[in-house]
């Protein structure tokens, strides 16, 4: 853990000298790799458990998406305003990293139904009873690529739909549509359908 | 959508909230990044001109690693076709380049169907000597689409991205069936 960490709590041995996000991210900004380092360690594990999730699981794509973020990250630095929090600015631009491919009307009709639906069907043969933590994180993985996106931007992230649509470029109606089907599908292979 | 609906999406949105909120990235993460630094130019600062982007996507790359040679000799090629469009004089108008073109759109469209074939593909069991070779396919891919994204007029680029994309498959494919691995 980063001893510098914000999150650092008060039964640490001694009090942690905070260095916040914005002075990090001005040292480097102005070229302080080690600075960068500690941005890294302090918010890779939140970015990359997003990433994980919006990338289905699949681990060597979180983190190349991770990667290209932090790099994208890095370059773009310079141009930081400060107008948002770090955490918020970094976490715009690995979704938008992770959500590049599922922009465009051709994937509203191309995931629609069958692939989500084949892996779930794949999947019937778990007890579908006593869901746990790790039942619900499996079968999210299991959705269609942009209802997936939708729920765990809404339901996770706490977007609002107007946002989400932006960042799908799809109409608000569609990511409103996209949330009940996935919230569908969720509870139809979690076993609580009612 | 009445209260019983609205009493279990609620139900169900308190679960998802609970799921683990941070993951731990692997270390090599932070040590592709670290080598990338190295080589990424940084913007102005509060200028939207962007910067060189050969050497962006030249960054981008995961550091080298020993791999089979007809993946490497693909990857050069890719490589290749990637500095020699984003060599080509820039459009003054980069700032809005991240527009989606029509041709990032097919690119999305060959990139969904990859992974779509990928998706059927079991990957549990491919030899770790092969995972290097992947990998640098799979920065390659992503290097050739940010260059597509650059140069949004580069059409012989989707052909890169097939060729890699295909590549990547037929690799993993022989991965999962040693005896028709090449070496």
């Given at each position: 853990m980063d001893m510098l960490d914000a999150t650092v709590t008060a039964t640490a041995p001694s009090p942690p000298v905070v260095v916040d996000d914005a002075a990090l991210a001005r040292a480097a900004a102005a070229g302080d790799t080690r600075a960068y380092e500690r941005i890294y360690r302090r918010h890779s594990p939140r970015?990359?458990?997003?990433?994980?999730?919006l990338c289905g699981g699949n681990a060597a794509r979180a983190?190349?998406?991770?990667?290209?973020?932090?790099?994208?990250?890095?370059?773009?630095?310079?141009?930081?305003?400060?107008?948002?929090?770090?955490?918020t600015w970094l976490h715009r631009l690995a979704v938008n990293t992770a959500l590049m491919e599922l922009r465009g009307a051709t994937f509203e009709s191309l995931d629609i139904g069958e692939s989500g639906m084949d892996l779930l069907a794949e999947m019937a043969d778990t007890p579908r009873c006593h869901a746990t933590g790790m039942d619900l994180e499996r079968a999210l993985l299991t959705l269609p690529p942009r209802a997936r996106a939708v729920l765990v931007l809404h339901d996770i992230e706490g977007w609002k739909h107007q946002e989400i649509a932006v960042e799908l470029q799809m109409a608000v109606g569609s990511?409103?549509?996209?949330?009940?089907?996935a919230r569908s599908l969720l509870r139809t292979r979690l076993g609580d359908a009612r | 959508m009445n209260n019983h609906d609205n009493n279990h999406d609620e139900v169900l949105a308190q679960r998802l909230r609970d799921l683990p909120a941070e993951r731990i990235p692997p270390a090599a993460v932070w040590e592709r990044i670290s080598a990338g630094l190295e080589q990424t130019p940084r913007s102005e600062p509060i200028v939207v001109a962007s910067v060189s982007p050969l050497a962006d996507a030249v960054a981008r790359r995961a550091p080298r690693r020993h791999w089979p040679r007809?993946?490497?000799?693909?990857?050069?090629?890719?490589?290749?076709?990637?500095?020699?469009?984003?060599?080509?004089?820039?459009?003054?108008?980069?700032?809005?380049a991240i527009e989606e073109s029509s041709l990032q759109h097919q690119a999305n469209t060959i990139t969904y169907q990859y992974r779509q074939a990928m998706a059927t593909i079991p990957q549990e069991n491919l030899p770790v000597e092969l995972q290097p070779a992947l990998r640098e396919l799979d920065a390659s891919a992503g290097s050739i689409r940010s260059a597509i994204a650059q140069s949004p007029d580069a059409g012989f680029l989707l052909?890169?991205?097939?060729?890699?994309?295909?590549?990547?498959l037929e690799l993993t494919r022989k991965g999962l069936n040693p005896a028709g691995l090449s070496t």
């Open positions: 970015l990359y458990a997003l990433l994980w999730r983190e190349d998406v991770l990667q290209e973020t932090f790099i994208q990250a890095w370059r773009k630095l310079p141009q930081f305003r400060f107008e948002s929090a770090l955490a990511s409103k549509a996209q949330l009940h089907r | 007809h993946a490497a000799a693909a990857a050069v090629v890719a490589l290749v076709g990637v500095a020699s469009v984003l060599l080509l004089p820039r459009q003054p108008t980069a700032a809005v052909g890169q991205l097939q060729r890699t994309y295909a590549l990547r």
